[in-house]
């Protein structure tokens, strides 16, 4: 027999809704901070292009172990107990910053984006489906979409942090390290690494106290019932795998979010890097261009999105990769400020690509799909894999040559792309956070 409960109104139902909300811009703080501090630490840690990259193979495969667990979490427990638990982590890396910088230690930094990822992973995992459950369901749509507005306002923040408290725009070619004193050499990179310690205190801080307002908060019963509460069936998690592995479109669709999610991290994370070694700005002054790359995104979600009432998502998929192999390669074969607008530019193509992809890969899944979307968000591992792959080409080459990475990335997009069956060229569901 199912209990009928009056829904909350007033304050009390916007306030659940309030908070969760908020996630969606804390994550896009925490995704585009590391876009700043790969620069910030390859200076203060005189660190090699793949050292430095590093920092996104740290954050992403925080995602990347942590996706599954978060799933248990959130199904033996309830959506609220794995929004605590992912707000409580991302607070704790947060925190470890502090000891990371005082001790020098760039491994710690590490540890500390690992952490914050995890507890990303629990924030993303859970967040998306409780914002449907968070009021009528007739709203849900609405609800997520409203949601996932809060997510480039909090990328942008990111970049603004990133920008104005920890790049200091102060650098030093080889030559002149060298002629500094060994004290004076060490003051500046000590200086330089503890520039990430008040934003990053502050930002585990309210992070902090946020998990303490959700802990409180009362919530509607959707929002903390475990998985044995639901009335549905639901098969085992072993057997949907097993299933998933014998549609071959599915698993396409993974293997081309690994590949999305690694060129757009990829293009975000050296961005920077490339306006440095190419037009000679400071890394303070070239992250305006990460700006510019995010404003370009957020702008080709609403285009793109209109363009799907008129043509197939697949279509623009693929023709979006297309324009983007063209795009990439340019920035590798002409370089200078041509090839960084080149590079800005792509982010506009980039704007529908995750959630097409992951809304063309479930199309047809039936009780397959809460298994599909976990596989698919654990692809995003991508970032990790290809980040590196990237910083090593430039380590052997030169950081234009290693933009031909994302050029193949984009490649396997339009072969999956133009490969979509028709039944799968669903509307693109509602899916942030890249």
């Excluded at 703080?29 to 430095?52: C, G, H, M, R, W």
């Excluded at 030559?175 to 200086?191: C, G, I, K, N, P």
Aim: aromatic letters at 14%; a positive charge; proline letters at 3%.
């Amino acid at each position: 027999m199912t209990t009928q409960t009056t829904p909350a109104k007033g304050f009390s139902a916007v306030w659940p809704l309030i908070l969760i909300t908020s996630l969606f811009f804390f994550w896009g703080v925490a995704n585009n901070l590391n876009d700043v501090l790969i620069p910030q630490f390859k200076k203060a840690f005189v660190l090699t292009d793949l050292q430095s990259g590093l920092v996104q193979s740290a954050f992403y495969m925080g995602y990347f172990l942590l996706a599954l667990p978060a799933a248990f979490v959130m199904r033996k427990f309830g959506y609220k107990s794995a929004v605590v638990l992912g707000l409580l982590l991302y607070a704790a890396g947060a925190f470890l910053f502090y000891p990371a910088a005082d001790n020098h230690q760039y491994s710690w930094f590490l540890g500390g984006l690992f952490v914050i990822a995890s507890g990303l992973a629990f924030l993303e995992t859970s967040a998306n489906p409780l914002i449907t459950v968070l009021g009528s369901p007739d709203k849900a749509a609405f609800r997520l979409n409203l949601a996932q507005s809060f997510n480039p306002l909090g990328a942008l923040s990111g970049i603004f942090i990133g920008q104005q408290f920890i790049l200091s725009g102060i650098e030093h070619d080889e030559a002149a390290l060298a002629a500094m004193s060994d004290a004076a050499r060490q003051a500046f990179y000590v200086t330089e690494v503890k520039a990430v310690q008040g934003p990053y205190l502050l930002i585990g801080t309210v992070v902090l106290a946020w998990a303490l307002l959700v802990f409180l908060s009362k919530f509607p019963a959707a929002a903390t019932k475990n998985a044995h509460e639901d009335t549905g069936e639901e098969i085992g998690f072993l057997t949907s795998v097993s299933r998933l592995f014998q549609r071959p479109h599915f698993l396409f669709g993974v293997v081309a979010q690994f590949f999305y999610v690694g060129a757009q991290v990829g293009i975000w994370s050296y961005m920077i890097r490339y306006a440095q070694a190419e037009i000679g700005l400071t890394d303070k002054a070239a992250a305006t261009y990460l700006y510019y790359a995010l404003i370009a995104f957020a702008v080709g979600r609403f285009i793109g999105t209109g363009l799907m009432t008129k043509l197939r998502p697949s279509l623009i998929l693929g023709l979006f990769a297309i324009v983007n192999i063209g795009l990439t390669l340019f920035a590798v074969v002409s370089g200078g400020q041509n090839g960084l607008w080149a590079l800005v530019a792509s982010s506009f193509f980039m704007s529908i690509m995750f959630p097409t992809i992951f809304a063309t890969s479930v199309a047809g899944l039936g009780n397959l799909t809460k298994t599909g979307s976990s596989l698919l968000v654990m692809s995003i591992v991508g970032g990790a894999v290809l980040t590196a792959v990237m910083g090593m080409v430039s380590d052997h080459s030169h950081i234009r040559t290693a933009f031909v990475v994302t050029a193949v990335c984009f490649a396997v997009i339009a072969l999956y792309a133009f490969r979509a069956p028709k039944a799968a060229n669903a509307a693109p569901v509602a899916i942030t956070g890249h």
